[in-house]
């Protein structure tokens, strides 16, 4: 779908207790997007309009869908439309539209859902954090702010430069943090996609993928590669690094011999674009799509 073709930037889902909390993260974010909040008192259930309304907004309307979730969402009347056509979307486009932010303690979220598509940081971030994370879900789905697209329909023939982030205040704040464990997590969806895009061209060689929050490994032949974090600290992403190993499995004597070491640190270009650096080479960025193309391809190549 074309970007103009979208009438909102966002749209909350929510239940009835967490319309205040819907509203306060709203607030930070309706000035710079156009967003979508349907207000509880509204769904009459009598009212076939409101369900039709729901159902345009979640399958066809909106560029991002932000779902405050509690364990009762999706079982009652409204929240099951909303939830149907949230499915019905992700039949077709995958799940990438998607942020889940989980409200309960412990976190819980739907069964089908990857925790890629989640974030649990609300009791610690709060409502400016949620605001973040959702401006980058805006953002990796190419949306731009009100201001952005003014200046785009007037043509204007100066364009405003973006502000170039300043990089060692950005990452010691909440919004670094979080932006760098979301970018670490969309590196692990791109290595996944790159899999999955090799395996429907050739079914005869699986490709094994497993991950968990800091750990990616995916496996073809006696070959893998693996990217993984140390730390076991939520917010410490930003200060250590993440490392790249391509890794052979010795039959002979069942270990895994090592053949390559890299070393990549996060890192912020401009607004809205950040990817990762390595260490041998700290002028070259590179995005997490091409990082995950670049570890794919040489994970096929051993073979």
């Avoid at 103009?4 to 974010?29: G, H, M, R, S, T």
């Avoid at 769904?43 to 405050?68: H, P, T, W, Y």
């Avoid at 073809?220 to 250590?240: A, H, P, R, W």
Wanted: with cysteine.
């Amino acid at each position: 779908m074309s970007d103009y073709n979208y009438k909102y930037d966002v749209a909350f889902a929510f239940l009835d207790k967490d319309e205040p909390l819907a509203n306060q993260i709203n607030d930070l974010i309706k000035d710079k997007h156009s967003t979508f909040l349907y207000p509880k008192k509204l769904e009459d259930s009598s009212n076939s309009k409101s369900e039709k309304i729901l159902s345009d907004v979640f399958e066809k309307q909106s560029r991002g869908i932000v779902v405050l979730f509690s364990n009762k969402w999706g079982t009652t009347p409204w929240t099951a439309i909303e939830e149907k056509a949230i499915r019905n979307r992700a039949s077709l486009e995958g799940f990438d539209f998607l942020l889940c932010i989980a409200l309960d303690n412990p976190p819980e979220t739907p069964k089908y859902l990857s925790q890629t598509q989640t974030w649990t940081g609300l009791s610690k971030s709060g409502v400016k954090g949620a605001a973040v994370v959702i401006e980058e879900l805006v953002s990796s789905l190419k949306g731009a702010t009100k201001d952005e697209l003014k200046i785009s329909i007037r043509k204007d023939s100066k364009r405003i430069p973006q502000i170039e982030v300043e990089s060692s205040k950005f990452l010691e704040s909440v919004s670094g943090l979080e932006i760098a464990t979301l970018e670490l997590k969309k590196l692990f969806i791109a290595l996944e996609a790159e899999k999955n895009k090799f395996q429907k061209s050739d079914k005869n060689f699986p490709i094994r993928y497993s991950k968990s929050d800091r750990k990616c490994i995916v496996e073809y032949g006696l070959y893998s590669i693996m990217f993984y974090s140390q730390t076991e600290k939520g917010n410490m992403l930003v200060d250590l690094p993440l490392y790249f190993e391509l890794q052979k499995h010795d039959s002979s004597s069942n270990r895994l011999n090592i053949l390559a070491v890299e070393e990549y640190h996060f890192e912020v270009k401009k607004v809205g674009e950040y990817g990762w650096i390595k260490q041998a080479d700290n002028d070259h960025f590179i995005s997490s799509k091409k990082l995950a193309e670049y570890s794919i391809s040489l994970l096929l190549s051993q073979t």
